[in-house]
Every structure is written in C-alpha cells, then in structure tokens.
C-alpha cells in the first residue's frame, strides 16, 4: 500500500478478495456491539464489588492509590465538615444553562462535594480541593471496551482530566455542577464520563 511504485489502483483494490469479502449484516454486529458492552458492564461491576469488600474488611478505608499517591475520602470529608458553610463561595448562575454540567436538588453543598469526591475516588480518581474558590480539579482513568476484549485485565490508556465548579440556581432552587475539561482529554471519553456521573446524580 506504501510502495511508490507498483502500487494498487482504486479497481486493483475494488477486485481483491479482500475487499469483496462477507460483511456481517446489521444485525450481527448490533448483536457483537452489546455483548462487547456486556462485558465491559461486567467489569465495571465486579470492580465496584471488590472495592466495597476491601472497604467492607478495612483494607481500603475509602482510599484508592493512584500512581505515586494516596486519595483519602475521610481527608476532604474533614475538611468540608471543618468549614463553615457560610465560608464556602456561594456562586449563583444566572443566563443560559453551561455546555457541560449536571444538576442536584437543593443547594446543600457540603452533600454535593461528598458525592462528587465519594464518585471519583471509587472510579480511581486522584483529587484536589482548592483551598479557596472550592473548586474540584479531578484526574480520572479509564480504558476502551476494544482493549478489555483482549485481556481481563484493566488497562490504562489515558485519563479525564477536568474542572468542576459549583453554582446555585436560585430559581429551580438547585445546584448546578459546571465540568470544565481540559485539551488534552479525548471529549468522546469526557461524555461518557460526564453520562455516567449524571445517571448516578439522578439516582
């Protein structure tokens, strides 16, 4: 395909067996498509469920390690429940909705960095709270469903890195969670991502 000379015509290919083998109908690969994402499901389950027997057995005590570093939920837990909420920077948002966000109910903040710190730590996240604007920076991993069909184990491929930031609407009397991520992050990843987290604020 590379050489200079000699190389294939647009009807040399068109005429190769290759080219002209059997393709799966639509069916068969919506069905190859959803047992990929079975899979992929199954993992992420059985992940979930062996970090909550090593928390249920002390080995965890709500920390995930990361590379070269140690995340402790209980530390931003004492450090929120430390603060005043009054101290906390009250950002109302006003005009059209952001690009990326998601809502909760209320404009209990102290619960909503709970969440989002409880979340992130249990997806493998190494966190930092800024001291004073309380803005969330998280740096998240994750991995493709392709790679997961070639072996059982978990393999990091890149991470999402990004920006969440709290306001209060005052007039649906919630808090929006605005997610500002940064130019290195695959944005195909960062929706996924973003989904995910949204599905768990609903429920």
Do not use: C
Request: charged share 35%; proline share 2%; glycine share 6%.
């Amino acid at each position: 395909m590379l050489r200079n000379k000699n190389r294939y015509t647009m009807n040399d290919i068109k005429s190769h067996p290759w080219f002209n083998g059997e393709l799966p109908s639509k069916d068969e690969y919506v069905n190859d498509m959803l047992l990929r994402k079975k899979k992929v499901d199954e993992r992420r389950e059985r992940e979930r469920l062996e970090r909550l027997e090593a928390e249920g057995t002390g080995n965890s005590i709500g920390s995930y390690r990361g590379e070269d570093e140690e995340v402790m939920i209980d530390q931003f837990y004492k450090q929120l429940e430390n603060d005043n909420i009054d101290n906390f920077p009250r950002n109302f948002w006003e005009g059209d909705l952001p690009k990326n966000f998601f809502r909760f109910n209320g404009t209990n903040l102290k619960e909503v960095y709970k969440f989002l710190i409880s979340i992130l730590v249990n997806e493998g996240g190494k966190l930092e709270l800024d001291k004073e604007g309380y803005a969330l920076y998280a740096e998240v991993p994750y991995t493709s469903a392709e790679q997961e069909e070639e072996t059982t184990e978990q393999t990091e491929i890149g991470t999402i890195n990004f920006q969440a930031n709290l306001y209060i609407d005052e007039e649906s009397k919630s808090t929006l969670v605005v997610v500002l991520k940064d130019n290195f992050t695959d944005n195909h990843e960062f929706k996924k991502f973003l989904a995910y987290i949204t599905d768990k604020a609903k429920n």
